[in-house]
């Protein structure tokens, strides 16, 4: 399956691969393959406090009513001397949103040691959520994982990288932040047209 959508993932890799060289597709493991089931609930009026950080961290597909809200905890800001940060909340919540419905569902949700980071849609049913999460009890080691929804099977099937060391892991929070500041610099220009 991840193959087949490889060239969805070629961003992803290129943040792992700062951290892993050499590192690609067939690099992961398969952890589980599992149905889930989806509970909606009703969307609040506004559930975006911070709009321009809604928009970074929510990736739309062209062709379905559904988004994946990659963090809603965090919240992106740019200084006066145009240096973004990336904060908000330690935990992490993701969430698939059903523009059509008005509803939402949570499909991630951690404490401080681990993370969503990246969406990517690959069609109008099928989904990718990734982030990281710490592989030792004091943040010292860390990896990454990926997870493929299925929206008309309802299945979910996770994928990990390897276990490396912190330091090698901020050389990929570098790729990341390079592409959640793109993204912030795209959104904040077509907001000010």
Not at 32 to 47: A, K
Not at 120 to 127: A, D, I, L, N, S
Request: overall charge negative; glycine content about 8%; aromatic content about 14%.
């Amino acid at each position: 399956m991840m193959n087949a959508l490889r060239p969805g993932l070629v961003e992803w890799v290129r943040m792992w691969r700062a951290a892993i060289p050499g590192f690609r597709v067939d690099s992961l493991w398969v952890v589980d393959r599992r149905l889930w089931t989806p509970v909606w609930e009703q969307l609040p009026p506004s559930p975006w406090e911070d709009e321009i950080s809604a928009r970074v961290l929510t990736i739309s597909p062209p062709d379905s009513a559904f988004d994946v809200w990659i963090d809603a905890d965090q919240s992106i800001a740019e200084s006066n001397s145009g240096e973004i940060t990336i904060g908000g909340e330690p935990d992490s919540r993701s969430e698939l949103i059903d523009r059509r419905g008005n509803r939402s569902i949570g499909i991630f949700e951690a404490g401080t040691g681990a993370g969503a980071h990246w969406a990517h849609w690959f069609g109008p049913g099928r989904f990718a959520l990734a982030g990281w999460s710490n592989a030792s009890d004091y943040g010292h080691w860390n990896q990454g994982w990926i997870s493929i929804y299925s929206i008309p099977d309802s299945s979910v099937t996770h994928y990990v990288t390897r276990i490396i060391p912190w330091e090698k892991f901020q050389l990929y929070s570098a790729e990341w932040e390079k592409w959640i500041a793109g993204r912030y610099r795209f959104f904040k220009r077509r907001a000010s047209k």
